[in-house]
Structure formats: C-alpha cells, structure tokens
C-alpha cells in the first residue's frame, strides 16, 4: 500500500512550484516541503535508530513542524505527536510511556525539566533545520520505510486525559488512508482545495485538517489561533481564498459574532463548506450559519481518535435533524449495544456506539489490557470492532444523536474532561466537605466542569477562590467554569453522591 508521506513527495514531483501549506502566514511549495522532509528524514536516520523506533514530536505547529512529520514518515520512524502546551511531569510521562528515541523541539526549547527522568538517545532541533541553510542538498533521499508494513504503527497520538490517563492511540498507514479515502468520498476532492484549519498538529483532528489537503494536492491553510475580531476571520478568508473549513463548533460561534450590518457574503464567494466535528451543531447555530452564509453546505460529523471520523450529517439534512451527527461515514459500520452487549435494533434506544472499519487504531500503546476491554475480534460479524464508550440513539432512519459519555467523561474544547480527578482536588481543600462535577452545557466549549460544593461547618470559601486554587492544581481546560454552593448533595439508594441526579436536576444547580 502506498505510505501517507509518498503522496507529498508525488505532488512535489509533478507540481514543485504550487504552495501546498499556508501557516500563519508562511508558505511553502510541495517542492521544498518535501526536500525539508527529506533532511528531516536524513537527520533521524543518521542516528542509526531501528525502524520501529519512535520520534517523539513536541512543537507548535508550523512549517517546520509539518515537514518533521512528514520525514519522521519518510525515514520509516514511528511519529508520536505531544501536546506543545502540556505541562513537564505528563510530557516525561509521555515519553517514558512509549520509550521515545528521539525527541524533536524548537530550537528555543528548554529541556531542563526533562534531564534525568527519560531515556531519550537524541534531541534534535528543528531551529537548525532551515530550508535556506539546506538549500544544496537536493540528491534523492534513499528509500527507507523500515520495514513497517500498513498494519504496523505508524503513529501515536496522545489523547488529553490527565497524566496517568493519557493514552497513546497507535494507528497504522491502512488506518491513516482509510480515514482520508472516507472522508474525501463526501467532501469531494481535494486537489483544488484551500482548506482552512485552526486546530493544533498533536491533536488528530488538526493533524488529518492539515495533511488531507497536502495528500491531495490542495492548499492547506493553518492558524495557531483564531482572529482577533470575527471579521477578521471574514478577511483571512477572502484573503486565502478559503474553499473549505474544517473547524469545532467554537470556530462557529465565533464566526456568528461578525456585525451582520457590516458583513459582505459576496466577498467570500470561494467559501463552499463548513466542516464541524466534536459535538452536534445547536440549532440556534445552524438558522443563523444559514442566514450568515446562505450558500455555504455545512457538514455536522461525530469522531474519535480512536477510529478518526465515524458519522457525518449531509448538509441537506442539517434543517431537519438538528442535534444529530448523521449515518456512519462510507467503510464504517456502526452498532448500540445495551449493558449486557446485545444489539439495539429499536429506534430511540439508547445504546454504547460500536464501530466497526479499517480506520479503527490497532490498539492503546503500551496498554494491553485496556485494548481488549475496547477493541474485540470476531464480533457482529466484524473482524474488529470497537468500543467507543460514547452512549447514541438511533431514530427509525438511522440518523445518530450523541447522548453522553459511559464513563462521565466529556469534552471541552477538544480536551477531555475528567470529573472525577477534578473532584478529588476540590475535597483536598481545607474548607470543603464534599463535591460533585458535572458537565454543564456552554455555547463555545460544548460543556464545561461545573462543580456544586458542599463546605465544612463553620468555613468560608468563595466561588472565586475555589476556581483559582483548582487553577493552581489542574490544568486549564480541568478547572471549573462556575461554581454553586449547597447544603447537601443528592444520594443514590446506596447513599451514594451521583451526578445523575444533579443534571438531572434533583436540586437547584
């Protein structure tokens, strides 16, 4: 089967000269992104790693950072994408946890809080790594896929859980060009395409925004953060010729924050869709979207890094099913099983999502056992299926509607959410008794930690100060958006605290 980064190099061949990524501004052409993959590519193998040897990628999305992707790929290595922003103590985690090689940072990049605690052989830094510094090296990189075949890792993306329950989810080349062949079976192709992106590398929704348009031979086009001023926005469209976004539902809500007195249509008339994943678009959105953008299709679409994308709502259809996600994507299928694992038929029951397709990852690295609770052989008349934890109904036409998580666990603005950890933190304070946390819908994040707190007799504590001493002790995305105090907390007939009973609205939250 044909490697990921062997497409970029064939674009490179054909078309050198066409700009194949825009990154806050800077462009490159096919020609030297690959010719800069390839002294990646030539850096790693001059270490004399083995093949199945990973590269531990931790930098921001840039230029630079794209063509080390891609020659980490091209050198036959295993890519395994962090989180620039994580703190050092899950970083160390991180690498430790995959036994990274080598690890790839910025040439401004601090490595002090990592001395003594990992078992890297090599750091190389990507500020050495300038395209004009290498302009005389142009010779063919010698071929070189280590031997890794398309059911074998290629790479690992870590999930955003807390430090003990990040996961590296290993997927292989057949993973990767699976989920590009679907996903490019409804968007259409992308050889034309300028695809606008503002979600990060490390995360795969952001890595598949930015290498899909490149596999194709279109334009991908990425921003570390999104404009200050909604018409600013409006602007780097036009400005790009933006013919696509694939983007989270915050973006949307942002882009709905534009003055529609001073916004102009006509000036953005390259833009064809609207590409949105993480949660269910709210209908409120979706009437103003088409009043914003009569003539843009909107794509509503239900993933995971686990298996990539798992269902998409056609555009034609967003009117009559808000809240739904769609029908799984073409080389998926999608099963409800109830508690006891026996498959929902019934419309409108609520059912745990079971997915089946050759986009589903090979496995947890380093995680066995927790592989086997989630990916089974031989089930449903699948040779592998996976379970996704996310709880769904079906309506009599086999449109999905996303209900919650099994586990409790939610998303925030793509980082999961952790009740739990965010609860024990809260009791370690002096002045608390007890706490629950639940998921508290919000129009930007999708959901964001609400915790309702029970103080010890005779204590004081502010909403305030709560939220400030969790932001000494979690990380952001952990910390809760609001706060509410009571007397007491509601119990289940065991007499046990349940957040159930709190979204359900058992008392006043």
Known sequence: MKQFHDYVKDHAERTPDKIALTISGRKITYGALDELACVVARQLVGTGMAASDRVALHAPTSIETIACALGVMKAGFV????????????????????????????????????????????????????????????????????????????VIFHTSGSTKDSKGVAVSNSNMMAAYT??????????????????????????????????????????????EQPEHLLDLIQRRGITGMHILPPAIHYLLQADPDTFQ???????????????????????????LLPGVAVYSMYGLTECKRVAYLPPEQLDQRPGSVGKAIPG?????????????????????????????????????????????????GETRVYFTGDLFKRDSEQYLYFVGRKDN???????????????????????????????????????????????????????????????????????PAIVSFHAALPRNLNGKTTAHLLAAGAIAI
């Not at 925030?412 to 002045?431: C, K, L, S």
């Open 332 to 380: 998926v299928k999608v099963f409800l099983v109830d508690d006891a694992g026996q498959l929902i038929t019934r419309p409108d029951c609520v059912g745990e999502l079971v997915v089946a397709g050759d986009l589903v990852m090979l496995g947890y690295w380093n995680k066995p056992e927790l592989t086997r609770q989630v990916v089974k052989n031989n089930l449903f």
């Open 409 to 479: 666990v939610f998303t925030r603005r793509t980082f999961q959410v952790n009740p739990r950890e965010i609860e024990h933190v809260i009791v370690a304070h002096e002045a608390v008794s007890e706490a629950v946390v639940i998921a508290f819908p919000d129009e930007v994040a999708g959901q964001v930690p609400k915790a309702c707190v029970v103080l010890k007799e005779g204590h004081e504590l502010s909403a305030d100060a709560l939220i400030q001493y969790c932001a000494t002790q979690l990380d952001w995305y952990m910390v």
């Open 265 to 291: 249509p006509q000036k953005i008339k390259s833009l064809k869709y609207i590409a949105s994943s993480g949660q269910a678009l709210p209908p409120k959105h979706i009437q103003l979207l088409r009043a």
């Open 79 to 154: 890519l395994a994408l962090m989180h620039y922003g994580i703190a050092a103590e899950k970083l160390i985690h991180q690498l430790n946890d995959i036994k990274a090689k080598t690890l790839i940072v910025p040439a401004s990049a601090s490595l002090v809080e990592l001395t003594g605690k990992v078992h890297l052989q090599f750091v190389l830094h990507m500020g050495d790594w300038h395209t004009s510094r290498f302009a005389g090296l142009n010779e063919a990189f010698p071929e070189c896929d280590g031997g890794l075949e398309g059911s074998e890792v290629r």
């Open 182 to 227: 679907a996903v490019s079976s409804y968007l259409g192709d992308f050889a034309d395409a300028v695809i606008l992106n503002f979600s990060p590398l490390h995360f795969d929704y952001g890595f598949y925004n930015i290498m899909m348009p490149l596999l194709g031979g279109g334009h991908s086009v990425s921003e570390n953060a999104l404009p």
